[in-house]
């Protein structure tokens, strides 16, 4: 059976709850609800909350990293050499400033752009080509501290496109 991890890219603790920072988070915790995955559960050696399932030939491992985003490298390395797996088995979700809030973007590879995650996940894997799903958090007006303005709360009008942006991801990621 295949195995395919993906994980979710945010800060923990409750001060970034619903903050832009954490969409992947939210992406992460909408797909274990949507194909009804057990509850996460923490694991110390993998850096990072938990859950898996089989659906169809593959298992699929949700991943949401208990360090802080620009550490998130290390919870994606750590789950790929506990399993066993290879860069071509994980999908990173995460927000993408670059991209028009309410839309999202698959590719298979790239650079990580502005994003410090994605930087330490693709300094850590040792390569670029690590599928991710960018979740777009960009607002239509200019914003002077970029720092700021993804670690705040998302508004009512943002949390709803950003939902319905969630909404349409399908495992596989592939197609989405």
């Known amino acids: 059976m295949n195995k395919h991890i993906i994980v979710g890219l945010g800060n923990v603790g409750k001060e970034y709850d619903m903050t832009r920072h954490n969409a992947g988070f939210l992406a992460?915790?909408?797909?274990?609800?949507?194909?009804g995955f057990?509850?996460?559960t923490h694991d110390t050696s993998?850096?990072?909350?938990?859950?898996?399932?089989?659906?169809?030939?593959?298992?699929?491992?949700?991943?949401?990293?208990d360090t802080l985003m620009n550490r998130s490298g290390m919870a994606v390395q750590a789950a790929l050499q506990y399993y066993k797996l290879e860069p071509a088995d994980v999908t990173i979700i995460y927000?993408?400033?670059?991209?028009p809030l309410g839309t999202m973007r698959f590719r298979e590879s790239g650079s990580a752009?502005?994003?410090?995650?994605m930087r330490s996940v693709v300094q850590e894997m040792g390569t670029d080509a690590v599928a991710r799903v960018r979740l777009g958090i960009k607002p239509d007006h200019p914003i002077t501290d970029l720092?700021?303005?993804?670690?705040?709360?998302l508004s009512g009008p943002e949390m709803t496109a950003l939902s319905q942006v969630i909404d349409e991801l399908r495992l596989p990621l592939e197609r989405a």
């Open 46 to 65: 993998l850096h990072g909350w938990v859950s898996g399932m089989p659906l169809g030939d593959t298992v699929y491992l949700l991943v949401k990293p």
């Open 38 to 40: 057990p509850k996460f």
């Open 28 to 35: 992460v915790d909408a797909l274990a609800e949507r194909y």
């Open 95 to 99: 927000d993408d400033i670059d991209i």
């Open 147 to 153: 720092s700021a303005f993804v670690l705040g709360r």
């Open 113 to 117: 752009g502005t994003h410090n995650g």
